[in-house]
């Protein structure tokens, strides 16, 4: 593994399903969601920071926040733009804040099984997690040229970019998210995640 990553947490939909809440925001037992997703990436990055489109002063507060440098909410894509262009390493790991119980090796076996690749990313052997992925500092450009033909689509980027399915069949539960409020107060009866 390269001895820097960073780590991105994906702070910035627009959580329509959340009746339009901030999702990194809302409270899973008593801590918001982002600070949950925080703690299971921090030990495998070398720092953190977050792509967030709203309540910026909020975020800052934990960890440096940046707003999407492609402005319109133009979906994931753009917040991984934003965490490339502010990331400080070749390698940028990338998680949404709404997945609690993100793999502890996420990023471990993203990097082993990439080959050659410049983005891989999560498949849990039934549908893929593209934004639980890693990048390389090369994807600006050609990220960039993509959202600007008008271009939303996050797996027809990775498909055309040569990405690298990562496969964690066996941990099909670690990529639980949180859409909806009945999915935030069923998790919240845990007793702990």
Not at 73 to 96: I, R, Y
Request: proline share 6%.
């Amino acid at each position: 593994m390269p001895t820097a990553i960073t780590g991105v947490i994906l702070c910035g939909g627009q959580a329509t399903r959340m009746g339009g809440n901030d999702k990194g925001l809302l409270l899973l037992q008593g801590k918001p969601l982002y600070q949950h997703v925080a703690e299971r990436l921090q030990p495998q990055v070398t720092h953190i920071i977050l792509s967030a489109n709203r309540n910026l002063e909020q975020y800052r507060q934990s960890y440096p926040t940046f707003a999407d440098s492609f402005t319109g909410f133009a979906g994931p894509l753009a917040g991984l733009l934003t965490g490339l262009q502010n990331s400080q390493t070749e390698w940028a790991a990338f998680v949404p804040c709404d997945v609690p119980f993100l793999p502890a090796d996420l990023i471990e076996r993203l990097w082993a099984a990439r080959q050659d690749a410049f983005i891989a990313y999560a498949h849990d052997g039934v549908r893929a997690h593209p934004t639980l992925c890693l990048l390389h500092r090369s994807m600006i450009t050609p990220l960039m040229q993509f959202l600007q033909q008008g271009d939303r689509k996050l797996m027809l980027f990775f498909e055309q970019n040569g990405a690298q399915a990562v496969y964690f069949r066996d941990r099909i539960q670690a990529f639980q998210n949180i859409n909806t409020p009945a999915d935030l107060h069923h998790l919240s009866l845990l007793d702990k995640i």
